[in-house]
């Protein structure tokens, strides 16, 4: 087999140095009743690589992939370019098959990475540190909201009606094990958020109030009111960011005053996937460092006094702290990381303003072009690069029918918020750079078709 | 005759010249590499983007008003920052990557050749299913290998790493007792486990209490016994543990714990070893995680991403996290929270957004196929042993606490025994590094004394094996003797041994401007 | 005033009704290079073997338990900016909290600094 490189030869050279006399001495420990006599009955055997590429080639051809249709889904997850030189670098072996930085004399290209990557993190979401990034957006959301319980010790969470309904069932998940409460809400199809609901939410139990920017629905609102009613009461604002390449274009969380802001990555430097992996993003104020979840990387220097890097503050993990850890995560995300950092690099702050502009412009004009369709309202008054369409009828029937016409035009709130049937006809459109002009008109024209 | 004019005459040099010092601090092919801060600029970009069209803007008058201070390069930049960095990184593709319970084998490049197919690496996790049948497809196939390969009734794929796993398997039990009204407060767990075991049964709300370990490394089944009652909720044991050993009483284990009404969590970390000789399910497990990038050869990527399906057993299948995958008649379905009640009204809820690891699930996938149930037979006899060839041929200089009790399985534990005055397994560690390797799995398990814990893999050769063994026979001889080069290695490392105290004590994990103040919040 | 110790080798000076808590010279030999520590606040209300504060080496966090039931008058700020105090001078201002002695008797089974001195030997 191509993956083993020992020959029989060498197998009864070792079985003999080890003194066995077959490869089953080896297993003796196993109870007799579990030994199984040969390979696992009911599966296929080895398969060349070509075999096994043609297997693969099938199964992906029956996938509609977003870069061969004209494509409008986000809410979470957005396709942007990404330039060739990121999955150049993130396949360079020295990258791809190291380990987490555990001996850093010899990992000191990952745990660079990491810090330049966390300072970045921390500055695009307008905050003093960012850890070495989580699992995905959703994860990191609910470790936000564990966090804001550990550092005001109480146990009620406010969510925004217009956080992501995953993040909000992910959390849900966990409180029902931690005895968490959460005061969680559906959004109504309208221009109108639920800020003051939370406003009036907000008292002396409250640990958080967690807000997505630009919200499920593409909305933008100014968190300052939030951040100084949880100034006031001693709740934490958490702030979660789906698509940060908005943040080219719109005002910080942390400027407007939140004290841990998390986020999805996937948007810059990571693609599709189907879902994952992707990668979380952690960012908070200084203050609340030790209270913080995962990996983080620090500098520090060697014995000759050169700059390096370590994995740092590490008995906050499970590692050490075992029952006592603020989390039991163990891994990060670091390919993705890496990814999502050279992406940034190659773009710098210049590079995200134009291109966040680009996707502000591109999404205004298709929303001017499909609220042009009879029938179908634009919900939004504000958005960046993703907004929500009022349609005459369910919008998940026609998003299935607009995909037989190859078109995959956007997500329904219906399958967001089954059995909402006040959300039934919305439908959330993203328009990045990837769409062109040509590609909005077809999805205008093919959604005036189906409606009609 | 012809006289050389260039001056260019070639002379061997003298080698006494290697501690020159260079005007770059580079040290020829070993490049020294700043922070994009220090070489970049914010105006500066690698990416070239068409003007936007004329747009009155919709921002709700929340424009970004001040610089974010993020430094962009130019592509030619970016590829050499980026490659230089990655030149001081130990790798699989360098070498022999020994550490224990990680199980840093080869990654297969068709893995990557097919996640990045675009039927598969450009699909949206919305996207109506009608439009991703392959995709869900792939995800079922992995699923019917992963439940037929351990024996077990179904398999959670959303966990997006081992400990994620666990959580869920965690959770899952939880749910499975709460259901009957059987409120459990103690999780059992052996003083070997790894760390994210008590992490995760305390993050579920469980008690976390310590079972002791005999003297041959194993679990004290007498003392387990003796725990079980009606408080306790289960097991989590991981086997092969990580002395890197068989839980010879494994079923018997299972057996109790069932007998008084608990789970039993596998930690399935180390299932490389077992995998196509033994199914855990015939050994009574209730919930197992499987590590692909682990068992699997998914990379590891310098940490993550991961992935860690769960199996469950009939037991506890009912109470999964969403979503699931369901063949129904041709189509593929994916059960989400809207069509959950139908048959999963017990699923404890949803893990993540999104379906899972869709990007390892197609690595893992390949690397399935490509072994088959016999090439996966294959991967387990070889990684043990390699292993026990590495046990074999240094227990005469390092010593092997639990070697005398019976072979190990895909992992060699040795201890700090016998090493000179002042000599520990770190200095050890650290001379492997000046050999070319990258260091053992160090102090852990926390069971023995200076434990050093190798895990070789499958996928070395014996030359390579035996190139590794002479190393670190050199260097144990030198601990012993207590050559004092040792206590400063590594030597040719790209850093010598870093100031860890010196990182924790004063935190600095975000770069700023020497000499621009960062404005506050 | 007298001093105690624990096994847990926390020492405990007693001034009156107010008990000055710390680690002892083995413990902070033993721990290596403290990084971090943390102290309860003022007005926390400590139980004799609960946890009462943390202290952080690189690669080892520990808990340090109330050695005596009380309420916390004061932990040391100093920590906080310069652990290494604890390394420095750990049985003088590298104390860790002052608390209110509530019951005199919790006193009785702590060793005295011979005893003490014997224990450690015998580790």
Known sequence: ?452 | MTINQSGWRPESGNAESADAVTYTGNRALMLEEALIFEIGDTETTGIDFTKPPAHTSRLGGLERNRPMGIPGLSEPETVRHYTRLSRQNYAIDLGLFPLGSCTMKHNPRLNEKVARMKGFADIHPLAPTQSVQGALEVIHQLAHWLVTLTGMKAVAMSPKAGAHGELCGVLAIRAALEARGDARSVILVPESAHGTNPATAAFAGYAVENIPATTEGRVDLDALKSRLGPDVAGVMITNPNTCGLFERDMKAISDAVHDAGGFVYCDGANFNAIVGRVRPGDLGIDAMHINLHKTFSTPHGGGGPGSGPVVLSEALAPFAPLPFIEKRSDAFHLIEEENASEDYGQSFGRMTAFHGQMGMYTRALAYILSHGADGLRQVAEDAVLNANYILRSLDDVLEAPFGPSGPCMHEALFTDAGLAEGFTTLDIAKGMIDEGYHPMTVYFPLVVHGAMLIEPTETESKATLDQFIGALRSVALRAKQGDPALKTAPHFAPRRRLDEMLAARKPVLVWKEPELPVAAE | MSRYFTEEHEWIEVDGAIVTVGITDYAQSQLGDIVFVEVPAAGTVLKKGGDAAVVESVKAASDVYAPVTGTVTEGNGALEGDPALVNSDPEGDGWFFKLTLSDASELDGLMDEATYKAFVAGL
């Open chain 1, 1 to 452: 087999m191509r993956y083993l490189p020992l020959t029989q030869t060498d197998r009864r050279a070792m079985l003999a140095t080890i003194g066995a006399g077959s490869i089953d001495d080896l297993f003796v420990d196993v109870p007799v009743e579990a030994r199984l006599a040969g390979p696992v009955a009911g599966l296929p055997h080895q398969a060349s690589e070509m075999a096994v590429e043609r297997h693969f080639s099938a199964l992906a051809r029956k996938n509609m992939a977003a870069a061969h249709h004209p494509f409008f889904l986000g809410c979470g997850a957005y396709k942007h370019h990404i330039p060739a030189s990121v999955d150049h670098l993130i396949q360079r072996g020295e990258f791809l098959t190291a380990y987490t930085p555990y001996q850093p004399e010899i990992a000191q290209g990952t745990l660079q990475m990491l810090f330049e990557f966390q300072t970045q993190v921390a500055r695009l979401l307008g905050c003093d540190v960012a850890n070495a990034s989580m699992y995905d957006g959703s994860t990191a959301c609910w470790e936000a909201i564990s966090m804001a319980g550990r550092i005001t010790k109480r146990k009620k969470a406010i969510l925004s009606s217009g956080l992501h309904p995953h993040y909000v069932s992910l959390a849900k998940t966990m409180a029902k094990f931690t005895g968490d409460t959460l005061d969680a809400a559906v959004p109504e199809l309208s221009d109108r958020t639920d800020c003051d609901r939370l406003l009036a939410s907000i008292d002396g139990e409250t640990s958080c109030v967690v807000v997505q920017y630009p919200d499920i629905l593409g909305r933008i609102e100014d968190l300052s009111p939030i951040a100084a009613k949880c100034q006031e009461t001693g709740a934490l604002l958490v702030a979660v960011v789906t698509e940060p390449v908005a943040l080219g274009a719109i005002r910080s969380p942390g400027e407007m005053g939140a004290d841990i802001v998390v986020g999805e990555g996937q948007s810059i430097g990571v693609g599709l996937q189907f879902g994952g992996p992707y990668v979380g993003l952690f960012a908070c104020k200084e203050k609340f460092v030790r209270q913080m979840p995962g990996r983080l990387c620090g500098e520090t220097v060697d014995a000759e006094g050169k700059r390096g890097f370590v994995l740092t503050l590490s008995t906050r993990e499970q590692h050490i702290r075992r029952e006592k850890a603020t989390s039991n995560i163990c891994t990060n995300a670091g390919l993705c990381a890496l990814a999502f950092s050279i992406h940034m690099t190659l773009l710098g702050e210049r590079g995200l303003r134009d291109l966040a502009a680009l996707n502000h412009a591109g999404a205004v004009a298709a929303a001017d072009r499909l609220v042009k369709i009879p029938g179908v309202e634009l919900v939004n008054q504000s958005f960046f690069n993703e907004f929500t369409l009022k349609l005459p009828k369910e919008a998940r029937p026609v998003i299935r029918a607009l995909a037989e016409c190859k078109v995959l035009g956007g997500v329904s709130l219906g399958r967001l918020y089954p059995g909402e049937a006040a959300l039934e006809n919305g439908l959330v459109v993203a328009v990045t750079e990837v769409a062109t002009r040509e590609d909005v008109e077809i999805f205008a024209t093919m959604l005036e078709e189906v409606l009609a």
